[in-house]
């Protein structure tokens, strides 16, 4: 059965001129004609819902016809909608009330605007937070400020300066007051439970990538400032680890302003204003941190771990440092690894400690701050060189272990543990 009577076949076999069509033909045709109806139907309702409406339109018709390899129906496509009136005489008939329309109105109207094609365009949105001056994303209302208030900068050749306009960052509520909290708990209670739970959140949660350029121009903003404030620094350099281990942020493109902030606070000359500050923990807190920066993006920035080991080796050896300066820079070194000590260190320890020694003794140096101070560095001294003789110490054992049942095969004869280092050498 269909729901397309015979005889609405038979009228269109008609309106197009077969007037000898047999009754059956037209019940055989119906259901083929209704799947067909509804096949075309259904894919005007795709592009209809494709195009964001709600309402079936006789462009959602054509669009499926073309779908389908069918050409489509031309005609006048008036722009209001249909107008259905009802028959004279007849309550349940209704007709399409169609204007006329003159050739000459048609001709005479203006011709549309010709649809674009769909096409994929890619452009640069923004380069490290500066957006490019192309005509992509340059708004008008920032180009119109640029023209109106702001000079044209030149080189010393006369040549223009391109000026690129920052782009504008939009942050939620949510995210400024996290991170008013967070800085106002890092400055004033360093100490509390409170600014454990936000370090583990800082080390933690997932949506903190767009706070990085504040973080980052905090930290350094802050130490700057508070280089007399032990507690602050320290704080500082805990906010920093906590971010270096959140593994949802992307911070590689902001290691260049943290950088100068953790070398600061691992060998400036003074690091708080008290006696009782312990600034030697924090020096070593730092270097470690320092070592955990180029282990992990040694590999993106090649040039990283020489910069800080050239920085850290420049405040070992020069002698007009301050012990404290000399400190840091030692741990620095060490925390970097055992190579780095035997090429950096060692061959440097001997003057060194001819400079060394005489601070601490008592015959030599009367101030007793100082002599302290030299002996921090010799504790650091004695245990970057006992790192670097417990490495050698490991390879050695390793390759003094007693012989085993494995055995080796070398130019066809068979070698054991034991003898594999005199055949070997043999062989040579």
């Given at each position: ?63 499926a016809l073309k779908l389908r390899n069918v050409e489509p129906i031309y005609g006048f496509t008036p722009g209001d909608p249909l107008r259905f009136k009802r028959a004279v005489g007849h309550k349940d008939l209704f007709y399409i009330d169609d204007k006329d329309v003159e050739?000459?109105?048609v001709i005479e109207a203006p011709l549309p605007k010709a649809p674009l094609d769909t096409s994929v365009t890619v452009h640069w949105l923004a380069i490290e937070g500066v957006q490019p001056a192309i005509p992509e994303n340059a708004p008008v209302e920032a180009l119109a ?284």
């Amino acid at each position: 059965m269909s729901d397309v009577p015979k005889e609405a076949i038979e009228v269109v076999a008609q309106s197009i001129g077969i007037t000898n069509l047999s009754p059956d033909v037209a019940l055989a045709l119906a259901p083929d004609v209704e799947y067909r109806v509804r096949e075309i139907m259904q894919e005007a309702i795709k592009c209809m819902r494709h195009s964001k409406r709600t309402s079936l339109t006789s462009d959602d018709v054509d669009s499926a016809l073309k779908l389908r390899n069918v050409e489509p129906i031309y005609g006048f496509t008036p722009g209001d909608p249909l107008r259905f009136k009802r028959a004279v005489g007849h309550k349940d008939l209704f007709y399409i009330d169609d204007k006329d329309v003159e050739f000459k109105d048609v001709i005479e109207a203006p011709l549309p605007k010709a649809p674009l094609d769909t096409s994929v365009t890619v452009h640069w949105l923004a380069i490290e937070g500066v957006q490019p001056a192309i005509p992509e994303n340059a708004p008008v209302e920032a180009l119109a400020a640029t023209s109106d208030g702001k000079k044209s900068e030149y080189t010393e050749d006369r040549l223009p300066i391109d000026i690129k306009l920052p782009v504008k960052h939009v942050l939620s509520r949510e995210l400024q007051l996290y991170f008013e909290k967070i800085t106002e708990l890092t400055v004033n209670k360093s100490g509390s439970v409170l600014f454990k739970q936000a370090l583990l959140s800082l080390a933690t949660d997932a949506g903190l990538h767009p706070l990085l350029p504040y973080f980052t121009y905090f930290i350094a903003d802050e130490v700057t400032r508070n280089l007399n404030n032990y507690s602050v620094l320290f704080a500082l350099m805990r906010v920093v680890r906590s971010l270096l281990r959140n593994p949802h942020i992307h911070i590689e493109p902001y290691l260049h302003q943290l950088m100068p902030s953790v070398i600061t606070c691992l060998v400036a000359k003074r690091l708080g204003n008290r006696s009782s500050d312990n600034h030697w923990e924090l020096r070593d807190f730092t270097a470690n941190l320092v070592a955990s920066i180029c282990q992990r993006f040694g590999h993106v920035y090649h040039n990283l771990q020489p910069r800080v080991t050239r920085t850290l080796l420049h405040a070992f050896l020069d002698p007009n440092k301050a012990l404290p300066q000399h400190f840091g820079a030692i741990q620095g070194l060490a925390a970097l690894g055992p190579s780095v000590v035997r090429m950096l260190i060692l061959p440097n320890l001997e003057p060194y400690l001819q400079l060394l020694v005489p601070e601490m003794l008592l015959e030599k140096q009367k101030n007793e701050i100082k002599r302290r101070e030299a002996w921090r560095v010799y504790g650091a001294l004695l245990c970057a060189a006992g790192q670097c003789m417990y490495d050698r110490l490991k390879m050695f054992r390793t390759l003094l272990l007693p012989p085993t049942r494995a055995v080796w095969k070398i130019n066809g004869k068979v070698v054991t543990t034991m003898r594999s280092m005199t055949y070997l050498v043999k062989l040579a």
